[in-house]
């Protein structure tokens, strides 16, 4: 399984980026799609994921993201995208994609987030 992300960057308070996710390889039967952040010091946390049950997608997401940050997916292209408003200092960390298929956990490679004025 291979996920390229892309997007990502640097963006004042306020601002918005998107991050956008594809998987590839053998990816039949994918549960979960999603997106993690880890910032310096600090621990790998859930930022948004979708889980599959079935035809239908359901998204969770942080606490800290809610109402700023919307995830999304496209079933048949296996792709997932974050996007991300009203961005705040706190929101740096390199974000992470990740899916998980029959039990196991694949992960990106990381995308840097920096808000910062």
């Known amino acids: 399984v291979q996920l390229v992300e892309s997007g990502g960057g640097s963006v004042q308070p306020g601002g918005s980026l998107r991050l956008s996710c594809a998987a590839s390889?053998?990816?039949?039967?994918?549960?979960?799609m999603g997106w993690y952040r880890q910032a310096p010091g600090k621990q790998r946390e859930l930022v948004a994921a979708?889980?599959?049950?079935?035809?239908?997608?359901?998204?969770n997401y942080a606490d800290s993201v809610k109402g700023r940050f919307t995830i999304s997916s496209d079933n048949a292209k296996n792709t997932v995208n974050l996007q991300m408003n009203s961005l705040k200092p706190e929101d740096t960390a390199v974000y992470y994609c990740?899916?998980?298929?029959?039990?196991?956990?694949?992960w990106g490679q990381g995308t840097q987030v920096t808000v910062s004025s």
């Open positions: 390889g053998s990816i039949f039967g994918i549960y979960t």
């Open positions: 979708i889980t599959r049950v079935g035809s239908t997608n359901y998204a």
């Open positions: 990740k899916v998980a298929i029959g039990g196991l956990d694949y």
